[in-house]
């Protein structure tokens, strides 16, 4: 494992951290075997989340008797002061510690949100307060637009110590800004580096991204110990060859811009379609020719794709902008 500084916070910090998303599919035991092979692997930072469902509490359990080997990062959808401060505490709770490295305002995106969370009665001030407390150790942001990305790393710089924002290979938008972390020396951090799923070759996927001087760390998700060792595997990977940068292209023209993270923001759905499960098959279909399988899990939804009523309700909540009802008619095509 190779370490580095992470930003402002000085914090040493391996170049890859686990994301915490996956642990929501696993259990307890499960969760202790992912956080055994990252002890065995050198990986010393976890990224979880309030909204991550179980995630908190799992890691929490699994981390008594060895918090301090880690660098435990959290962040909450709470855009003011209570909120945050109520929010903080539960982290708290759930992950069984007295102090959490990192506290982050997760998914920022509106001038009203940014307005709420940095003004008067704002989550940023029950940060600083449960930072002069001792309760966390440093302020950070996550981000999924550009706009709230630029506004981050110009406007609140004094005030924010990392960015969280998607890089991988399909989406190279934010590289830009990140040369920008860097001069500030403001940390940046790669969120989902698989592209939610859609990246086949983890180490590919990986070295891609750890070969980027800007980017500080990555935190694929991870939800069992194979992936862990997989996505350690590409620190010592080496430098992108000539074969890797062709297989990175190619990725790039099959996979355009227009696909879903499976972030999961878009929820819920009105007629109860589960949107991005609606993708991952349509893609099984379309990718790696598993027609059969994918059509089967398709058809065992209850609602899929036609049942779209086209309100438009989720498009306002997709971080990504991404026209899903349009997205929703080709996969019904696609499925018939
Ligand atoms: S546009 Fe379709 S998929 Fe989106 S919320 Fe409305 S019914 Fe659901
Ligand atoms: S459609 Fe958008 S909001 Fe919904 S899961 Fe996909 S990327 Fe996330």
Known sequence: MKYTTLGKTGLNVSV?????????????????????????????????????TVSEEYLGEVLEGR???????????????????????????????????????????????????????????????AKAEGKIGHIGATAHGL??????????EDKIETIMFPFNIVESQGLELMKKC??????????????????????????????????????????????VYENCAAVDAGELNEEDKAACQKIISELGKNFCRRCGYCAPCPQGINIPSNFLFANYLRHYGLAEWAK???????????????????????????PIRE??????????
């Open 16 to 52: 890859v951290g686990l994301g915490g998303i996956p642990i929501q599919r696993t259990d307890v035991e499960g969760t202790r075997k992912v956080i055994d092979a990252c002890v065995e692997c050198g990986v010393n930072y976890i990224d979880t989340a309030r909204g991550y």
């Open 67 to 129: 918090r301090d080997k880690f660098i435990l990062a959290t962040k909450t959808m709470a855009r003011d002061y209570d909120g945050m401060k109520a929010d903080i505490e539960k982290s708290l709770k759930n992950l069984r510690t007295n102090y959490i490295d990192l506290y982050q305002i997760h998914n920022i995106k509106t001038d009203a949100e940014f307005d709420t969370c940095f003004g008067e009665n704002g989550a940023y001030k029950a940060l600083l307060e």
């Open 147 to 156: 706009e709230a990305f630029e506004r981050l790393i110009t406007e609140f």
């Open 182 to 227: 860097t001069e500030k020396n403001i940390a940046f951090i790669a969120m989902k580096p698989m592209a939610g799923g859609n990246l086949e070759d983890g180490t590919l996927a990986m070295k891609y991204i750890l070969n980027n001087p800007d980017c500080t760390i990555a935190i694929p998700g991870m939800g069992d110990a194979k992936e």
């Open 296 to 322: 089967g899990r398709y058809y065992s939804m209850e609602k899929t794709a036609k049942d779209c009523i086209k309100c438009g309700v989720c498009e306002t909540r997709c971080p990504y902008e991404l």
């Open 327 to 336: 997205m929703l008619v080709k996969v019904a095509e696609d499925m018939k």
